[in-house]
């Protein structure tokens, strides 16, 4: 069965850190680019980080530039977002996807989805 699995996530307060994990199973990762988005409830999904599939390189919105760090390990077929200085505004369900459209940053562009999970930043 072709899926991605995320763990990680839950409630934080403000200014600390979280860390998911995506493992896929069924296909592997190498040659996928990973995305990383979040949607907030009546708000449009949103990509947060992605990474190419040879990690070097990577693609950040301005609104987690510096504070989320997305890497991966194609051999544990694994990718990784560390998630720092968290605030209100990062809470949302967070997703992780694979596609092979080079660091695309919609939605669309993504084939495998995680089950996404719940991150809540309290002030």
């Known amino acids: 069965q072709v899926q991605l699995v995320q763990s990680g996530g839950g409630l934080v307060q403000v200014g600390g850190s979280l860390r998911f994990s995506c493992v896929a199973s069924g296909f592997n990762l190498d040659g996928y680019t990973i995305g990383w988005f979040r949607q907030a409830p009546g708000k449009k999904r949103e990509l947060v980080a992605c990474i190419n599939s040879r990690a070097d390189s990577t693609f950040y919105p301005v609104s987690t530039e510096g504070r989320f760090t997305i890497s991966r390990d194609n051999a544990k077929n694994v990718a990784y977002l560390q998630m720092n200085n968290l605030q209100p505004e990062d809470t949302a369900a967070y997703y992780c996807?694979?596609?092979?459209?080079?660091?695309?940053?919609?939605?669309?562009?993504?084939?495998?989805w995680g089950q996404g999970t719940q991150v809540t930043v309290s002030s």
């Open positions: 996807a694979a596609g092979r459209v080079y660091l695309a940053t919609i939605p669309g562009a993504y084939e495998y």
